[in-house]
């Protein structure tokens, strides 16, 4: 509880650096490295057209083994001109329309048509309103709004007025594949390699039910990830799914491959068809929230001790950093409890229960049911504790144990009529991942 002696400067030394305007050059400048070097490497393996299977696999509801589409060839029509509109802080949907000289009428008919999809009243700043136009006679054709990284809001003008409907965002997908070494955190070594932000935390959330990444990690630790690269009208936008990946803990090497069965059910296997999800996360703190504080030569966790009794793992995180619940189950207490102060107590079955302690705020209450994943408070120091941090325990039988030291078996492995079809994902990346 008051055990704990955090590398609070560095900590804060890691935060300032993202905010430096040099990290950003450097990144920018790295990006664009490995943007040319993954030109010249990966691109399109067999494991391209695989994956082209894999996802009109996905379209079809895997009903079909897909063969790969081909577009029906379109008669070439003059583009529309299109006017990009950048949504500035408190601009609204009425005053952008107005500025790009569309008629007040032809505004509220198309907020009509849409409203069913989206509202166009709550057009977000830092988001794109593209509006298009014939590009002979300049008349005002539709426009075009991003709802999530997956879809769009499309409105045309018909004959018989505004349609409004959601479309797939259809990217142009490219493969990359990593390989690192950490020196410091799996965080900094996916940057250092090139790797989207965004990809690395994928990467370290594919393996939160093997990898401690707050613990376990050890310098020399490697790592090989395959991933899909999303891009449009040839410019990148962001990562995509982890196809496969490889980390090596010390001496143990863990393998991960992206598998969807018939039903549409997705998940990642080990090499065998064995589920990486597992009835516990290895963390409480997902690892978005430890990457940048992570460093091996610093002490950030305090780990489980009988020694000094203190039979917990304490997670280093900022005042509010979301925790979450590491398995299912049901809030058996939630509220004030001495030194431990805001303290929220999971029972997960006859066997496990795990309590979160010096909360800052506490998100659920007793008797209230919860998923693996789910936030049930935040990080704080209340109680009996020197800094911001979790103090995270882990109860089996009534006894306080350590959970580095359970082993939990895998959720559903693969079907044994899906065998032959995930054994040939295991055949496209295997290579990859040696
Ligand atoms: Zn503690």
């Known amino acids: 509880m008051s055990d704990v002696q955090f590398g609070h400067k560095s900590a804060k030394k890691s935060r300032r650096i993202f905010r430096s305007p040099d990290f950003w050059f450097t990144l920018f400048r ?218 090596v803990n010390g001496s143990t090497a863990s393998q991960a491959y992206w598998f969807q069965n018939a039903a549409g059910e997705e998940g990642y296997y080990d090499e065998k068809g064995g589920s990486l999800r597992k009835m516990f996360l290895k963390a409480p703190v997902a690892f978005k929230y430890i990457t940048s504080g992570f460093t091996t030569g610093l002490r950030y966790v305090s780990a489980f001790n009988t020694s000094t009794g203190h039979r917990a793992i304490d997670y280093a995180a900022a005042q509010g950093t979301p925790i979450r619940a590491t398995a299912d189950g049901v809030v058996s207490f939630a509220g004030w409890d001495g030194p431990y102060g805001n303290k929220v107590s999971i029972r997960h079955n006859g066997t496990y229960s795990t309590n979160y302690c010096h909360q800052s705020k506490m998100i659920v209450k007793k008797g209230q049911k919860v998923t693996q994943g789910e936030i049930i408070g935040y990080v704080g120091t209340t109680g009996f504790s020197t800094g911001p941090h979790l103090h995270y325990e882990m109860v089996k039988n009534g006894v306080k144990i350590n959970p580095m030291n359970e082993t939990f078996p895998g959720t559903d492995p693969i079907k044994s009529e899906e065998q032959a079809a995930f054994d040939e994902v295991v055949k496209t990346w295997g290579d990859a991942l040696r």
């Open 30 to 247: 790295m990006k664009g490295k490995a943007l040319t070097l993954s030109v010249g490497i990966v691109m399109v393996l067999a494991g391209g057209i695989f994956l082209l299977a894999a996802s009109s696999r996905k379209a079809q509801g895997g009903q079909e083994q897909a063969a790969v589409e081909k577009q029906p060839a379109v008669p070439a029509a003059p583009k529309d001109r299109v006017e990009s509109a950048e949504i500035a802080p408190k601009m609204t949907y009425g005053v952008l329309m107005e500025e790009h000289g569309i008629a007040a009428a032809d505004a509220a008919a198309i907020y009509e048509a849409s409203k069913d999809i989206y509202d166009l009243a709550t057009i977000r700043a830092g988001k794109r309103l593209d509006l298009m136009f014939d590009p002979q006679s300049g008349a005002f054709k539709g426009l075009m709004y991003p709802l999530s990284t997956e879809e769009e809001l499309h409105v045309r003008r018909e004959a018989d007025g505004w349609k409004a409907s959601r479309e797939p965002i259809v990217y142009e997908v490219k493969l990359k594949t990593v390989n690192g070494t950490v020196s410091s955190s799996l965080y900094a070594a996916g940057l250092e390699q090139g790797m989207d932000e965004g990809a690395v935390i994928e990467l370290g959330d594919v393996f939160q039910w093997t990898i401690d990444f707050a613990q376990d990690v050890r310098v020399g630790d490697t790592f090989t990830a395959v991933y899909e690269e999303r891009y449009r009208d040839g410019a990148y936008v962001m990562p995509g799914r982890i196809l496969a990946a490889k980390y």
